[in-house]
Protein backbone atom coordinates (compact mmCIF):
# COMPACT_ATOMS: atom_id res chain seq x y z
CA UNK A 1 0.00 0.00 0.00
CA UNK A 2 1.74 3.20 -1.02
CA UNK A 3 1.86 6.38 1.50
CA UNK A 4 -0.96 8.28 1.11
CA UNK A 5 -1.57 12.37 2.13
CA UNK A 6 -5.08 13.20 2.42
CA UNK A 7 -6.60 16.95 2.69
CA UNK A 8 -8.97 17.51 5.37
CA UNK A 9 -11.57 20.47 6.91
CA UNK A 10 -12.26 20.60 10.07
CA UNK A 11 -14.57 23.38 12.41
CA UNK A 12 -12.46 22.84 15.43
CA UNK A 13 -8.60 22.48 16.30
CA UNK A 14 -7.71 22.54 20.39
CA UNK A 15 -5.60 25.42 20.13
CA UNK A 16 -6.94 26.74 17.00
CA UNK A 17 -9.29 29.62 15.84
CA UNK A 18 -11.70 29.33 13.37
CA UNK A 19 -12.20 26.50 9.99
CA UNK A 20 -9.25 24.84 9.38
CA UNK A 21 -7.47 22.87 6.27
CA UNK A 22 -5.46 19.70 7.05
CA UNK A 23 -3.06 17.17 5.95
CA UNK A 24 -3.49 13.59 7.08
CA UNK A 25 -0.40 11.64 6.12
CA UNK A 26 -0.31 8.12 6.11
CA UNK A 27 2.94 5.78 6.09
CA UNK A 28 3.65 2.73 3.20
CA UNK A 29 1.75 0.67 5.09
CA UNK A 30 -0.45 2.75 7.01
CA UNK A 31 1.55 2.04 10.35
CA UNK A 32 1.97 5.29 11.40
CA UNK A 33 -0.49 8.49 10.62
CA UNK A 34 -0.05 12.19 11.32
CA UNK A 35 -2.28 15.31 10.95
CA UNK A 36 -0.64 18.11 9.95
CA UNK A 37 -2.12 21.87 10.47
CA UNK A 38 -1.91 25.05 8.05
CA UNK A 39 0.98 26.11 10.32
CA UNK A 40 2.77 22.82 10.49
CA UNK A 41 1.42 21.86 13.95
CA UNK A 42 1.31 18.15 14.24
CA UNK A 43 -2.44 17.75 15.55
CA UNK A 44 -2.90 14.30 16.35
CA UNK A 45 -0.61 10.95 15.56
CA UNK A 46 -1.26 7.56 15.28
CA UNK A 47 0.71 4.77 15.55
CA UNK A 48 -0.49 1.27 14.79
CA UNK A 49 0.64 -1.63 17.59
CA UNK A 50 2.49 -3.15 14.45
CA UNK A 51 4.58 0.27 14.63
CA UNK A 52 5.45 -0.07 17.97
CA UNK A 53 7.23 -2.93 17.70
CA UNK A 54 9.64 -1.21 15.18
CA UNK A 55 12.86 -0.36 16.24
CA UNK A 56 12.95 3.20 18.01
CA UNK A 57 15.31 4.57 14.78
CA UNK A 58 12.85 3.19 12.21
CA UNK A 59 9.67 4.59 14.11
CA UNK A 60 11.46 8.01 15.13
CA UNK A 61 11.97 7.87 10.66
CA UNK A 62 7.88 7.11 9.68
CA UNK A 63 6.74 9.58 12.11
CA UNK A 64 8.77 12.16 10.73
CA UNK A 65 8.36 11.20 7.08
CA UNK A 66 4.97 11.48 7.73
CA UNK A 67 4.79 14.75 9.17
CA UNK A 68 7.21 16.12 6.29
CA UNK A 69 4.83 14.43 3.83
CA UNK A 70 2.17 16.24 5.28
CA UNK A 71 3.54 19.56 5.35
CA UNK A 72 5.12 19.46 1.96
CA UNK A 73 1.67 18.98 0.53
CA UNK A 74 1.14 22.39 2.26
CA UNK A 75 4.24 24.06 0.53
CA UNK A 76 2.75 22.57 -2.95
CA UNK A 77 -0.79 24.45 -1.83
CA UNK A 78 0.91 27.46 -1.03
CA UNK A 79 2.71 27.65 -4.09
CA UNK A 80 0.27 27.08 -6.55
CA UNK A 81 -1.75 29.84 -4.88
CA UNK A 82 0.76 32.61 -4.82
Do not use: K, W, Y
Not at 20 to 33: K, P, Q, T
Not at 46 to 70: K, M, N, W
Request: hydrophobic share 40%; proline share 5%.
Amino acid sequence: MPADSDVQTTNRIPGHRGASVLISHSSHDGAVSALVALDGAVVDLRITESAALRPPGQLAHDILGCVRAAQEVFRGISASEG
